[in-house]
């Protein structure tokens, strides 16, 4: 079946730089997309969505990157902090459907 | 507290036994979700409320699984005859918009079958 998913299970980022968490997604039918963070023993957090007529939404820190010929999104977190250890979700979904798919996660660990 | 709240945190049950997980969402938030989520696997979509009506339940994985929200705010899953592979963390969630990817997700109740 179609699903959503991650390049790469874990990354590991020096403190203060860049980091890029990619996604791909085979629903051709998606429009909207979210990434959520998760951290140990909490439920997931909200960082940001785009839909699908946008290539790029920036938030504080955060900017998500969207390529519908590729089917790819990716989250772009800049100078990273130790508090964005965390396991990151895409997420997507398509206007009338109230249910997010998510896909596996990736592991994000800052390095001090 | 002001985000979703869900009870009990940790559940251990015996194969076989019932289980009943509460979820308060944060107030005036008209949409609910529940949502399981297996170690190291991202959530799957279980049911979803408008209010007090159930208008997805998809998700729900056997006839085992039930869910309610009565009076449209505090929902409650319930599991029937608990068998091993239920053992994951239950995530609810609410929202206060419709079509909207951005929900408040409560920390989970995490059971384990035994």
């Known amino acids: 079946g179609e699903s959503v998913g991650l390049h790469l299970p874990t990354l590991s980022v020096q403190e203060g730089d860049n980091s890029i968490i990619n996604c791909a997604y085979s629903?051709?039918?998606?429009?909207?997309f979210i990434w959520y963070k998760q951290e140990s023993g909490k439920g997931p957090q909200f960082i940001i969505d785009?839909?699908?007529?946008?290539d790029k939404r920036q938030g504080q820190r955060v900017t998500v990157l969207l390529n519908k010929t590729v089917k790819h999104l990716s989250l772009q977190i800049a100078a990273t902090q130790p508090g964005d250890s965390a396991v990151y979700f895409c997420a997507e979904t398509y206007f009338g459907n109230e249910k997010l798919t998510f896909g596996t996660g990736t592991r994000l660990t800052i390095i001090p | 507290g002001a985000g979703v709240s869900q009870s009990p945190r940790y559940k251990v049950a015996k194969r076989g036994q019932d289980v009943a997980l509460r979820c308060d969402p944060i107030s005036g938030h008209v949409s609910l979700f529940w949502y399981q989520q297996a170690l190291g696997q991202g959530p799957e979509f279980l049911t979803y409320f408008q209010n007090e009506a159930q208008l997805d339940k998809s998700g729900l994985p056997s006839d085992r699984f039930f869910a309610e929200r009565p009076e449209g705010s505090v929902s409650t899953l319930k599991i029937q005859r608990t068998q091993q592979e239920d053992s994951a963390v239950y995530l609810c969630a609410s929202s206060n918009r419709r079509n909207t990817g951005e929900l408040f997700f409560g920390e989970g109740s995490r059971l384990t079958v035994l």
């Open positions: 629903n051709s039918a998606s429009d909207y």
């Open positions: 785009i839909r699908s007529n946008m």
